[in-house]
């Protein structure tokens, strides 16, 4: 069983910054994608920022040049930096790994329990 745990979100002024980290836990998996996702109220959870294992990226255009995902393989850990932040990234952020199980080619997909991020004007 994988677990997300993630950390880092909060209240914050527009213009500022949050750092919010995940990591997984349990045994017996290789991870293949990390990301981050959020969902705001009324609105459907949208791909933030995702990472493979072998470092490649890929942003949601709202938050090009604002946020940066980063992410340690040894420590199954990923983080995301955002920096300018503004009221409209106010939103549940969810960690999202994708896995594959050891013996197995098959792919799975876990998810955090979400860490609140608001943003004000």
């Known amino acids: 069983q994988v677990q997300l745990v993630e950390s880092g979100g909060g209240l914050v002024q527009a213009g500022g910054s949050l750092r919010l980290s995940c990591v997984a836990s349990?045994?017996?998996?290789?991870?293949?994608?990390m990301g981050w996702y959020r969902q705001a109220p009324g609105k459907q959870r949208e791909l933030v920022a995702g990472i493979t294992s072998g470092g490649t990226t890929n942003y949601a255009y709202s938050v090009k040049g604002r946020f940066t995902i980063s992410r340690d393989n040894a420590k199954k850990r990923v983080n995301l930096q955002m920096n300018s932040l503004k009221p409209e990234d106010t939103a549940v952020y969810y960690c999202?790994?994708?896995?594959?199980?050891?013996?197995?080619?098959?792919?799975?997909?876990?998810w955090g329990q979400g860490t609140q991020v608001t943003v004000s004007s």
């Open positions: 999202n790994a994708v896995v594959t199980r050891d013996y197995s080619d098959n792919q799975y997909n876990y």
């Open positions: 349990g045994s017996g998996f290789s991870i293949n994608v």
